[in-house]
């Protein structure tokens, strides 16, 4: 079924004033709640900071762990989408009341992620950490068919490590937006040797530079 579209008036208020909020945090922790995935730097259609996110800044920030997020939006947009066999089967059904109804039907999920959204979350997270002067840790995951998790950690003093692991086999792939929000080449994008759907990249410098 389509998914729920919670705000109807078209101002996503709570994203607003949480991210208002966590500029005066420490700690940022939030579970199984539905955000816009740029909520903490909003962004531009075309994937650059909005003017007004410009002056956000995050003095005191040490972690910020966003857990369990749902993959949509509060608008109703769904983050991943179906296959074209799963679409057609979608597609065809008459009445969704017997659907829910039907056990045997299963509690099937999109299974591909929309690219755009989770490049979306890079760039808003990459700008964001910019004016984190004091953060030590981040973590971002999405829930679905295919989970998908982002982690920013001190691989030792000197160290820092963007990586992100996905399920099952989907590698994720950064695009040229991302490595600019995070000063780094894409070349520089190392696959875990076991797991091909877990990569890294070590970002050149931290914190990293406060130009966008």
């Known amino acids: 079924m389509p998914t729920l579209n919670i705000i109807p008036s078209g101002v996503d208020s709570m994203s607003i004033n949480l991210r208002h909020l966590s500029v005066h945090l420490e700690e ?23 003017l007004d996110s410009l002056h956000l800044n995050w003095p005191h920030l040490r972690t910020l762990e966003i857990e369990f997020v749902p993959s949509c939006y509060p608008s109703g947009e769904t983050t991943f989408h179906n296959t074209p066999e ?10 969704w009341e017997d659907e829910i109804c039907d056990v045997e039907a299963g509690w ?14 890079l760039i808003s997270l990459g700008y964001a950490a910019r004016r984190m002067p004091c953060l030590k840790s981040m973590k971002f995951e999405v829930e679905g068919h295919s989970a998908t998790e982002f982690k920013l950690y001190l691989q030792n003093k000197t160290e820092i490590t963007l990586g992100w692991e996905c399920y099952p ?5 950064p695009d040229g937006r991302v490595a600019k929000a995070w000063n780094f080449d894409l070349d520089d994008v190392r696959t875990h040797p076991r797991w091909e759907g877990e990569a890294s990249v070590i970002l050149r410098s931290w914190p990293p530079d406060m130009r966008i």
Do not use: S
């Not at 816009?36 to 531009?44: A, G, S, V």
């Open 108 to 121: 099937g999920l999109p299974e591909l992620r929309t690219e755009e959204y989770f490049h979306r979350l």
């Open 169 to 173: 086999l989907e590698p994720y792939q």
């Open 28 to 50: 940022l922790k939030l579970n199984n709640t539905r955000v816009p995935y740029d909520f903490m730097c909003p962004l531009d259609e075309t994937g650059q900071p909005e």
């Open 86 to 95: 799963a679409q057609a089967a979608i597609d065809e059904i008459e009445n």
